[in-house]
């Protein structure tokens, strides 16, 4: 069982930047793959960044390419999102997400491949 608990939500003018954190809970944060993912009102759930457990090997969506960081810290179980030059497309709820012993490029980008969720935390970009 793992838990997952998001902050660092929040308002930010366009351009700006923002910090999203991850705290899992349960003995396999190490061994599972994490990504982050949003979603905006009336569309559905896309995958933002993953990162994976063996390599740290990272991938992101086309939009966040440059701009956004995915990290993770196995010794403090957190997975964090660096959010840069923000846009106003970027606004939606973020996700947190988990899939132990997750197989990097098996189901990185599907929503349904993750077994454990975050409840979400606002980030809104004002232009």
């Known amino acids: 069982q793992v838990q997952l608990v998001e902050s660092g939500g929040g308002v930010v003018q366009a351009g700006g930047s923002l910090g999203l954190s991850c705290a899992a809970s349960g003995p396999t944060f190490s061994t599972s793959q994490m990504a982050w993912f949003r979603q905006a009102p009336g569309k559905e759930r896309t995958l933002v960044a993953a990162?994976?457990?063996?390599?740290?090997?990272?991938a992101y969506e086309d939009s966040v390419k440059g701009r956004f960081t995915i990290s993770r810290d196995n010794a403090k179980n957190t997975v964090s999102l660096q959010m840069n030059s923000l846009k106003p497309e970027d606004t939606a709820v973020y996700y947190c997400a988990a899939k132990p012993y997750g197989i990097w490029g098996r189901g990185t980008q599907s929503a349904g491949a993750y077994a454990y969720w975050g409840q979400g935390t606002q980030v809104t970009v004002s232009s």
């Open positions: 990162i994976s457990w063996g390599r740290g090997d990272t």
